[in-house]
């Protein structure tokens, strides 16, 4: 179980999250949704330990980690542009991290989660020479491989083409299931956080508008901003297929 | 994108270590040294005063120094901006052949594999009364000491540099405005102005600063065909290493030159950004064909190369004939003599080892002062401060420097060891690298260090294993840039180098004093080879470092 009990973060004399307080169940998919500037990212740097909170504190399973530095949490994340080592092929890559941690995988584990992540034939490749979508695929094996406690998404799909979009959530889902991995998904666009997670954060204004369960969100939004940026969104979304489909009948 | 750093401080240990390293570098061998000289002008052996100020400007050798340089300075500046220009718009606007374009960067960018002090002997031999040119056109076309030898000696050494500058901002000039200004009925001439000169006028001044400030500064050509026109580096030379060292002048000297160095160079800094940015590089179209553009380029180009051609056959001729211009039978006999002679081949290792040590050290340097301001997380005052110190080495001319390191470590263990060479010519050179790397630095990906560090490293693990392979090329690039400069440098080592630790630039200036001007151009010619070998060297190292 991830606690944020109480954070509040100012930058520069400017409030981004003001005494924010949400809990995440182990192996639970949350997705952080909310327009830019509404504290996502920095509510990500706080759990991740990059950033300190002001007020607050941040516990995993009831061991308060507000003053472990990042690098001893146990936590992960693949940023938005992976942040892969181009000077490395892609194996090299994936076990970059298990020359610090040695016992982390085992080589069978390692084995099994490139055949998870279909990286078999692309292990010898240059970053460069891989697509977006592998690309993706060996920055999360090097995330996993360390075998992190929680794994943040930082924008995990905006950088790809729409066909792969839907093969890499459920990849995503089926990773989060397998390891009974607690992953926190951050990303601004509703029909993105609504199909991929158990739960929905949505951050307006550095406090939360509404945190719950997709169907919960559609069915009773807690506010009008939840209604104007999330239902509103996937209402258009939805007569403008409808129309397509309909068209087609015709 | 970089805040929020505050996660923890076991992570700055590596970035504190290399700021501190630089810091510690920086404190002793660029603002100790340059303190003592502003010092030393107003606090002589009597105590403080403005006696020293008296003294340099009294008989008005000063003044008039400080005309000559400016006045010489500007000529060489106002020709070579505007030809510097006039070569890279030949060879990036223009159709000519890719070998064409080639010859014509190569040789212009020749002169800086030489040092300065050799163009001046160089155009002795070429434009003297006996040079290879006057027998040619059985005339002396004009007098070559003073005024108009050193003015073609600075444009011969800030064409280059010119050219460079403005070829590197020609690259960022959206060329598709030059296709509408032309769709949109102006004449060639029109479309010309409106669409390269123009957005190049801003590059073009930097270009005039940029050369007016190398050739104020310059020891070597002065110190060749200067004759009885004082330039302020010659009367600094002359104050330091005559025959009565007065350090209280030398220091007032050396403030004379560096005022007018921290005002071009911040002129400079102002010109660069104030320059029109495009947001993209141009992109590599060749130009549409037109015959008399084309055979304007190749006039332009050819005028460049028949210049370092006729200036530098002299390099090539002179050693190999038995006495020019009396005995014109080629020989092999000087060459023999300087490689036969262990005092010159001593010489020739020193400036190896020194260039080598200076490569080595200006780029662990720079990298090191780069990685503070762009790939740390450190409270600005420490990236200021690094910031502060490759400003101050940009500013300070290398006589100025060497100078000061006379002053400041002249009898210590120290004092004129190879050592002392490769720690002022490090700070001579600091700012260029510096920018270089910053650039690299910027351009990789932000996140590698926090990737890194999520995984387990230390920030200089990371540095090692993730960014210093990325940044390679860039790392090799420095290292050339300071390897030839470190071996055709002679501003700062005049006043470092030791009987012991000459280097051959230091060498040259001594054998002036000899007439020993057929091992001058040997050593020159030696110089010219090991710069054109590190050159290709690190091609090929650069080429494997592609991906």
Known sequence: MLEVRNVSKAFGGKTILRDLSLGIGTGEIVSVLGPSGSGKTTLLNLILGLTRPDSGRILYDGEDLTDVPAERRRFNIVFQDYALFPNLDARANILYGLRNHPGASSAAEVDALVDLLGLREHLGKRIDQLSGGQRQRVALARTLVLKPRVLLLDEPLSALDGVIKESIKARIRQIAREFRLTTLIVTHDPEEALTLADRVLVLEGGGIAQYARPAELIGRPANGFVKAFILRQLEIKRENILALFQAARA | ??????????????????????????????????????????????????????????????????????????????????????????????????????????????????????????????????????????????????????????????????????????????????????????????????????????????????????????????????????????????????????????????????????????????????????????????????????????????????????????????????????????????????????????????????????????????????????????????????????????????????????????????????????????????????????????????????????????????????????????LLAVFGYCFVNAMVTVSAVIFVAGARTAVATSKIKELQFFGRFDDIFVLSLLILLVNLAATALLRLADRKAQP
């Open chain 2, 1 to 474: 994108m970089r805040r929020g750093g505050d996660g923890s401080a076991g992570g700055l240990r590596g970035p504190y270590a290399a700021f501190w390293s630089v810091a510690a570098l920086a404190a002793l061998f660029l603002a100790l040294p340059v303190g003592a000289v502003a010092v030393r002008a107003f606090v002589g052996e009597g105590g403080a005063g403005l006696g020293a100020f008296a003294e340099a400007f009294r008989g008005g050798a000063l003044p008039r120094a400080l005309l000559n340089s400016a006045l010489a300075a500007g000529l060489a500046a106002a020709i070579a901006a505007p030809a510097g220009f006039a070569l890279a718009w030949a060879v990036r606007c223009s159709g000519l052949p890719r070998w064409a374009r080639a010859a014509i960067s190569g040789l212009t960018l020749l002169p800086m594999l030489l040092p300065t002090i050799t163009y001046g002997f160089a155009i002795v031999y070429a434009f003297g009364r006996q040079g290879v040119v006057t027998s040619l056109l059985e005339a002396q076309p004009f007098p070559i000491y003073g005024l108009g030898g050193l003015t073609l000696g600075y444009v011969i050494y800030t064409l280059p540099t010119a050219f460079l500058l403005t070829r590197n901002a020609l690259d960022y000039v959206d060329r598709r405005f030059g296709t509408v200004a032309r769709l949109m009925g102006d004449t060639p001439w029109r479309a010309f102005v409106q669409a390269t000169l123009r957005p190049m006028a801003g590059p073009i001044a930097a270009a005039f600063v940029q050369s007016f400030f190398l050739a104020f500064t310059d020891f070597g050509v002065p110190a060749s065909v200067g004759g009885s026109f004082k330039t302020v580096a010659g009367l600094l030379y002359d104050r330091m290493l005559g025959s009565l060292p007065d350090f209280g002048v030398g220091s007032v000297i050396a403030l004379a030159m560096l005022l007018p160095s921290v005002a071009a160079f911040f002129l400079l800094r102002w010109l660069g950004r104030a320059q029109t940015r495009y947001e993209r590089p141009a992109d590599d179209l060749p130009p549409p064909r037109n015959l008399p553009r084309d055979a304007l380029a190749a006039l332009l180009g050819l005028c460049s190369c028949l210049l370092t051609a006729t200036v530098f056959c002299t390099v090539l001729i002179v050693p190999f004939v038995e006495a020019w211009p009396y005995a014109t039978a080629p020989t092999l006999a000087h060459v023999r003599a300087v490689l036969g002679d262990p005092g010159l081949m001593a010489v020739c290792r020193n400036s190896l080892v020194a260039a080598l040590g200076t490569a080595a050290l200006c780029t662990l340097t720079a990298y090191a002062a780069a990685l503070v301001t762009v790939r740390s997380e450190l409270p600005a005052w420490c990236k200021d401060a690094v910031s502060a110190a490759a400003t101050l080495s940009g500013c300070v001319p290398g006589m100025v420097l060497g100078l000061a390191f006379m002053l400041v470590f002249s009898g210590t263990p120290l004092g004129h060891s190879l050592l002392l060479i490769v720690c002022c010519n490090t700070f001579h050179f600091l700012n260029a690298p510096y920018l270089m790397m910053k650039g690299a630095l910027e351009k990789l990906n932000a996140r590698w260090e926090t990737t890194g560090r999520l995984m387990g490293d230390a920030w200089a693990g990371t540095v090692l294993r993730v960014v210093t392979p990325n940044a390679r090329r860039a």
